[in-house]
C-alpha cells in the first residue's frame, strides 16, 4: 500500500515537471514568434533604404545566398531530396521569389508601413482562394474583414498631397502572390522533410534572382559596395531568414496555429514602427485610419485562420 502511495506521488510530480517544463516551451515559444515579427517588420524599411542604392535582384539574390550560408547546420538533411521535395521546393521557390521582387519594386514608391500592412492583407486573400478552388464557404467574419480592408485600402491609396501612389497597388499584387506562397507552402512543409525543403527553396529563390539579375544586365559592383551594406545583407540574410525560419519552425510545435497566426499580425505594426525610427517615415490621419482597419480585418481573418488551413490541406 505505501508502495503504491508512493508512485503515485512520484507520478504527480513528474506530471508536475512536465506540465512546467511544457509551460516553459510555450513562453519561449511566444517570444521568439514575437521575435519573428519583430525581424520581419525591420525588413521592409531596410530593404527600401538598400534598394535605392543596390540593383533589386543583385539584392534578393545575396540575401537569400546568405541565407543559404545560414542554414549550413542543417545541410545534413540533404540527403533526405527527393523529386517531390524539388518540386514542391520549384514552385513555392518561384512564387516567393515573384512575391518578394513585386513587393520590392512596389518599396520604392511607397512607405515601409503602409507595405507591411499592405502585405498582410494576404491572410485575407487566403479564404477567398479556398473559397474559388476549394468551394468553402466564407463566413460573415471574413466578409466584415474584407470591407474593413477595402475601406482601409482607400484611406492609403487616397491619402496625402500626391493622391494614389503607385507603388501602394504594386505591393498589393504582391499580397496575393503571398496568399498563393501561403497556401502550397503551409501544405507542402506538411508532406517532406522541412529542412531540406527550406534549403532547395532558398537556393531557387537565390538561383531565379541571379539569373533575372544577368538578363536585366544589373550592375555588378559588388566589392566597391562600403561594409555597412554587408552588414545589413548579413542580418537581413541570418537575422530575417535564417534565424526566423528556426524560431518559426521551432515554436510552432509548442502553440496552436491560430495562436500563431494572431501574434504575426504584429509583423505591420513593427514595419511602420521601424519605418519611423529608421527611416523617419510619417504617415497621415488618414494613413493611420487605413492602416487600423487593415489590422483589424488581418486581426478577423487570423483568428479563422486555422479553419482555412484545414480545408486546404
Keep these: 500500500m505505501f508502495s503504491t502511495i508512493t508512485e503515485i506521488k512520484k507520478q504527480i510530480m513528474s506530471n508536475k515537471t512536465i506540465g512546467n517544463l511544457n509551460s516553459k516551451r510555450n513562453i519561449i515559444a511566444i517570444l521568439l514568434l514575437i521575435l519573428t515579427t519583430v525581424l520581419w517588420g525591420t525588413s521592409f524599411i531596410l530593404t527600401k533604404n538598400i534598394t535605392q542604392d543596390i540593383p533589386i535582384f543583385i539584392y534578393i539574390g545575396l540575401r537569400f545566398a546568405i541565407a543559404l550560408l545560414g542554414f549550413a547546420p542543417a545541410y545534413s538533411h540533404l540527403k533526405k531530396i527527393n523529386k517531390k521535395i524539388l518540386l ?19 518599396l520604392q514608391t511607397t512607405t515601409a508601413g503602409k507595405a507591411g500592412f499592405i502585405t498582410g492583407l494576404s491572410a485575407i486573400v487566403v479564404p477567398f482562394i479556398a473559397w474559388i478552388g476549394f468551394k468553402k464557404t466564407l463566413t460573415k467574419r471574413i466578409w466584415i474583414a474584407v470591407i474593413l480592408s477595402v475601406l ?6 487616397l491619402e496625402g498631397e ?12 504582391s ?12 501544405k507542402y512543409v506538411r508532406l517532406v522533410d522541412i529542412y531540406a525543403y527550406s534549403i532547395i527553396q532558398i537556393l531557387v529563390v537565390s538561383s531565379a534572382s541571379f539569373i533575372t539579375s544577368l538578363i536585366i544586365q544589373e550592375s555588378y559592383v559588388l566589392l566597391s559596395y562600403p561594409p555597412t551594406f554587408w552588414y545589413l545583407m548579413i542580418y537581413l540574410g541570418i537575422g530575417v531568414m535564417t534565424l526566423t525560419i528556426f524560431f518559426q519552425n521551432w515554436s510552432q510545435q509548442y502553440q496552436d ?5 494572431i501574434i504575426f499580425t504584429l509583423e505591420p505594426v513593427f514595419a511602420a514602427l521601424f ?14 485610419i487605413g492602416c487600423g482597419l487593415i489590422f483589424i480585418a488581418i486581426l ?10 484545414k480545408i486546404i490541406e
Design 300 to 309: 478577423i481573418t487570423a483568428l479563422k485562420m486555422n479553419n482555412d488551413r
Design 88 to 106: 514542391m521546393s520549384l514552385v513555392t521557390g518561384m512564387l516567393y521569389f515573384f512575391g518578394l521582387a513585386v513587393q520590392t519594386h512596389g
Design 257 to 261: 496555429p491560430t495562436q500563431t497566426a
Design 162 to 173: 500626391s493622391g494614389i501612389i503607385i507603388g501602394d497597388f504594386i505591393v498589393l499584387i
Design 152 to 157: 482601409g485600402m482607400a484611406f492609403l491609396l
Design 175 to 186: 499580397a496575393f502572390i503571398w496568399a498563393f506562397y501561403i497556401i502550397y507552402n503551409d
Design 275 to 288: 519605418g519611423f525610427l529608421i527611416g523617419n517615415e510619417i504617415l497621415s490621419v488618414f494613413a493611420w
